[in-house]
């Protein structure tokens, strides 16, 4: 599971992520919605571990992000809003170098691989270098690397992006069945960012919403709509309210 504990990051004078808690458990796939600006794509890579926080903290799948790094970083998987593709390597390379560096043992590498790649429909091209693949099967890849070494908890900024229709159904379908497999197989603890509210209906149960850094929303979407609101109504009126008056009466 994916425990937030006061997170917030300043740079400078600008409050990016205010105080920002909030725990996704397993078989859950939680949207995390909010405008540009809203401090999704900081909020992000803080929850994986690779920025650190002004204050707060984070755990993953029990790893505190502070106290316990390494096991917290084992247990997450990572898509970035802007990919750090090593464009000389093909997909294979690439893959199994960052299944080495999650520590997939190197018996079962060829394996982690080979199922990301057949997951994220990447056969065809996995002796291509990265850097000759179109945007679309770039993001495939970035996908595959979140989930070669088979991570606890999942955490992607805006994971469809640039994909085709086929795809994106694919994908979603990926990350809906990583959350919750219908037999057997481990459940997942997902949050996604996305700025498609179809995508969020189609795949998530709940919502967290942010605003100016803030979570002003964090709900079933069921009972967000339940009074006959869409989504896009309730995504309107959180994010258009004045925040900056808040506390200063
Ligand atoms: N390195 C940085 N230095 C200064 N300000 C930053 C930095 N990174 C982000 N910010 C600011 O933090 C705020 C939140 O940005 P962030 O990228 O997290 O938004 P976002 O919700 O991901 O937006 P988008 O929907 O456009 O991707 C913005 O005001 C942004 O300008
Ligand atoms: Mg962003």
Redesign the pocket.
């Known amino acids: 599971m994916i425990e937030a504990r006061g997170l917030s990051?300043r740079?400078?004078d600008?409050v990016?992520?205010d105080d920002v808690s909030f725990s996704i458990g397993n078989g859950e796939v939680v949207g995390f919605l909010?405008?540009?600006?809203?401090?999704?794509?900081?909020?992000?890579p803080m929850l994986a571990g690779f920025l650190p926080p002004s204050d707060g903290t984070a755990e993953l799948a029990g790893h505190d992000i502070f106290d316990a790094a390494l096991e917290a970083r084992r247990a997450v998987g990572y898509l970035p809003?802007a990919l750090p593709l090593y464009p000389e390597m093909t997909v294979d390379a690439y893959l199994r170098y960052v299944a080495r560096i999650k520590d997939v043992p190197r018996g079962t590498r060829s394996e982690a691989v080979a199922r990301a790649a057949e997951r994220c429909g990447l056969n065809r091209v996995r002796r291509r270098v990265i850097g000759t693949l179109s945007k679309g099967f770039r993001q495939r890849v970035g996908l595959a690397q979140a989930i070669v070494h088979d991570p606890a908890v999942l955490i992607l900024?805006?994971p469809t992006v640039g994909l085709d229709p086929l795809q994106i159904r694919e994908i979603r379908g990926l990350i809906a069945e990583l959350a919750a497999p219908e037999q057997g197989d481990v459940q997942h603890a997902v949050v996604l960012?996305t700025?498609i509210l179809a995508e969020v209906e189609a795949i998530c149960r709940r919502v967290i919403l942010?605003h100016e850094?803030r979570k002003v929303v964090d709900a079933p979407i069921e009972d967000l709509t339940a009074g006959g609101q869409t989504l896009d109504e309730v995504f309107a009126r959180e994010t258009t309210r004045d925040t900056t008056v808040e506390g200063a009466a």
């Open positions: 990051k740079y400078g600008v990016a992520v909010g405008p540009n600006g809203a401090g999704k794509t900081t909020t992000m809003e900024d805006e960012s700025h942010i850094g």
